[in-house]
Structures are given as structure tokens and as C-alpha cells.
């Protein structure tokens, strides 16, 4: 897997939106404004060409 572009937003007073996108799948990171929450998600494409997600929040 190669990284071939990232990009990120910060939002004020504090939060993030964010990318990390892959050779083969793309990762990616929001919070939410004024609370403890965090959202993750990377997806990736298997070699059947399925394409899977794993998400978690927090």
C-alpha cells in the first residue's frame, strides 16, 4: 500500500475532518464539534474486488 495523498482540516476551537488516501483503499478520521466524539473509517478492496469498510466510533 502506497499513500498517495493526504489531506486534513482543523476546525476551531477544536475538531478535525481528515483523509489518508491509499493505493488501494483510504482511511479517514471526522470529530464532532463540542463533544468526545470520533468517527474512523478505513476501506479497503479485497483481491475479489469487494470492497469492505471498518468503521468505528468513539
Known sequence: MEILH???HSFLPHGVTGAIILSTSHFSI???A???L????FIYVRKS??????????
Open 49 to 58: 474486488g469487494i470492497m469492505a469498510s471498518i468503521r468505528r466510533a468513539s
Open 30 to 32: 471526522q470529530t464532532v
Open 38 to 41: 470520533c468517527s474512523f473509517r
Open 34 to 36: 463540542g463533544t468526545p
Open 6 to 8: 493526504t489531506h486534513f
